[in-house]
Nanobody, 114 residues
């Protein structure tokens, strides 16, 4: 496993979760600082979608549905990317995956109850 995601869980609407994704191998850690990083999600019955992305220089982009609620950050010293998710709603339910180049994390389940 070269990308290890964690932090998912069950939360009530309006709550918050913080996802983390760490590069766990020497090879992935070496390229981490110079790589764009992304969080994607797949809701039941829907296609996978990009949630947030952060470039190596720190520039961020977000899906319209999460703007103002989610924040992606990176900590290169720890080879870790984070996704802070606030004001969660049931439509945010899904499996969240982190991505770096051709590498994908295993996915972590986020379930938001109404």
């Amino acid at each position: 496993v070269q990308l290890q995601a964690s932090g998912g869980g069950l939360v009530q609407a309006g709550g918050s979760l913080r996802l983390s994704c760490a590069a766990s191998s020497a090879a992935s850690s070496r390229i981490f600082p110079i790589s764009a990083l992304g969080w994607y999600r797949q809701a039941p019955g829907k296609n996978q979608e990009l949630v947030a992305r952060i470039q190596s220089g720190g520039t961020t982009t977000y899906a319209d549905s999460v703007k103002g609620r989610f924040t992606i950050t990176r900590e290169n010293a720890k080879s870790t990317v984070y996704l802070q998710m606030n004001s969660l709603n049931p439509e945010d339910t899904g499996v969240y995956y982190c991505n770096m180049r051709a590498l994908w994390g295993k996915g972590t389940q986020v379930t938001v109850s109404s």
